[in-house]
């Protein structure tokens, strides 16, 4: 699948997205991070993970780097499960932008360009952008997941 910036949507990344959201049992993936290339090229998956401590998930996608070691931006779809005590349990899924503060602009640029066309393609409804680790927060991801109920 290819995008107006250029870049191209690997079936990998469609898989993962799909296990995560179709999946059943211990081993159903809480989270997907995705990057694009370090052709530029393509977006792919960097880590599709069943772990459920959100903080885990939080401190992974917030500390990526590049090959130089400089803070690096990623993608990434989070499972958030929320109970609304009557109402019963939720599940919703949020995409998260992640571009922090001393990203080149280049990178800023395909990495915005990219990030529409991506969440298209999964189909995620709910977004967040984010350039510091508090804009990742559990409650702010939960507000947004629940509509502002919880």
Partial sequence: MSMPSGVSITDECLTAYNQLRSGRGAKKPTFVIYRISDDQ????????????DFETFRNRLSSTVDSRGNPAPRYAVYDVEYDLGEDGKRCRTVFISWVPAGTPL??????????????????????????????IEWKTVLSVASGGKV
């Fill in 41 to 52: 090229t393509t977006v792919v998956v960097e880590e599709s993970s069943a772990e459920r």
């Fill in 106 to 135: 280049k990178l800023c640029m395909l990495y915005a360009s990219t990030k529409e066309q991506l969440r298209n393609a999964l189909d995620v409804k709910l977004s967040i952008h984010a350039d510091t680790p508090d804009e």
